[in-house]
Nanobody
């Protein structure tokens, strides 16, 4: 299996925007849940956003709700994370992830977000730095 590859990270001032991209293999792209998680220095990994490939439902951590948007382009096998109104506390390495979650309807969105860091297909991450 080819692991996902993230791009689009960088340095930006508070209030700015970045768009992260993640290219997935065709097989990975067929997984029923894809998403983004992040890890800041000295902090636990945090699920940020998830999208269900069937139906397209999206879910966000409270910390990014209203500022971040997850989307995907099926033709390009690519997952995106549009990040607006960035804050210094958004500084972290961002990873994309994909997996097949059986009996998905039994899980709350919070549980799915929390599970993103343990998904089978994860990229190497891309650094996002937000300065005040």
């Amino acid at each position: 299996q080819v692991q996902p590859v993230e791009s689009g990270g960088g340095s930006v001032q508070a209030g700015g925007s970045l768009r992260l991209s993640c290219t997935l293999s065709t097989d990975t792209y067929s997984r029923n849940v894809m998403g983004w998680f992040r890890q800041a220095p000295g902090k636990e990994r945090e699920g940020v956003a998830a999208i269900y490939t069937t139906g397209g439902a999206t879910y966000y951590a409270d910390s990014v709700k209203g500022r971040f948007t997850i989307s995907r382009d099926a033709a390009k096998n690519t997952l995106y994370l549009q990040m607006n109104s960035l804050k210094p506390e958004d500084t972290a390495v961002y990873y994309c992830a994909a997996d097949f979650v059986p009996s998905l309807s039994y899980y709350t969105d919070a549980a799915v977000l929390a599970g993103l860091p343990d998904f089978a297909y994860r990229g190497q991450g891309t650094q996002v730095t937000v300065s005040s």
